[in-house]
């Protein structure tokens, strides 16, 4: 029985997927593939070539990814990802989607084409870096002579590559959207409507999954704040470890 896994973007709510990860393994529940976006992209790599969820929580908290960010200040764009993905090499020295141990598969948007590209074969960080590309706030990714943003701008649940390659199909939506009347800044506003556009695209892509794993609660955190990053990846697990797989089990033992 092939397990395919689907990772959502979500910002820094991407920290969930570990903790569902955790749970995942904790239940004695094997990945075979994974399909990533955004946030989802870097946690399916880390997980794809091999670190534990915990290791990879502690990755991801001690380089503190924003910090790592330093600014373009041109018309493309606020911040370059070229000392994010510094960061992340160091982690997967190869650089290879086929040196990885578990097959990935992630997604960035070609913005003057209009259309998501999925990237399988090959470098690996320039395509996470390009699936994380938020337009406006990064600098867009020159990558195969194409210009690469944000994978969730078209497609943030790609659940496509998985489809007819696995038997069996899970997937981790970390976006649950919920308004948060505390805030009317034009930033906040914007970040809402971005989130509500991108969770738009997800809706029939969530449908196509066997099995959905979307912690309600991960709605009361900000996308971009990394201060939450425990709690976040505690409600991830929580959460996961707490639902019921009963049907997916059943459904697995079936088919195998």
Not at 67 to 90: C, F, I
Not at 191 to 215: M, V
């Amino acid at each position: 029985m092939k397990i395919g896994l689907v990772l959502s973007g979500g910002g820094t709510r991407g920290i969930a997927h570990l903790g569902v990860l955790k749970a995942l393994q904790e239940k004695g529940i094997e990945i075979s593939g994974i399909s990533g976006c955004s946030a989802g992209s870097i946690v399916g790599a880390m997980f794809a070539a091999g670190y534990s969820p915990d290791h990879i929580y502690e990755i991801v908290v001690s380089t503190n990814t924003l910090r790592a960010m330093r600014p373009a200040w041109n018309r493309s764009g606020l911040l370059r990802m070229q000392k994010v993905e510094e960061v992340y090499l160091k982690y997967i020295p190869h650089n290879s989607f086929e040196k990885l141990k578990i097959p990935l598969t992630v997604n960035a948007t070609d913005i003057f084409a209009g259309e998501t590209i999925y990237f399988s074969k090959g470098e690996i960080l320039k395509p996470v870096m390009a699936s994380c590309c938020i337009p406006g706030l990064f600098e867009p990714i020159a990558y195969n002579d194409k210009t690469l943003v944000d994978g969730g701008i078209l497609n943030n649940m790609p659940v496509e590559p998985l489809l007819g390659q696995y038997d069996y199909i899970i997937g981790s939506h970390c976006n649950p959207y919920g308004i948060q009347p505390n805030s009317k800044s034009i930033s906040s506003i914007v970040q809402k409507s971005l989130f509500l556009a991108i969770n738009n695209n997800s809706k029939s892509r969530i449908q196509q999954c066997n099995f959905l794993i979307e912690p309600p609660s991960l709605k009361n955190f900000d996308p971009y704040d990394i201060r939450k990053s425990s709690e976040i990846f505690k409600v991830g697990y929580e959460f996961a470890k707490e639902v019921d797989y009963s049907t997916m089990i059943s459904s697995i033992k079936i088919e195998s």
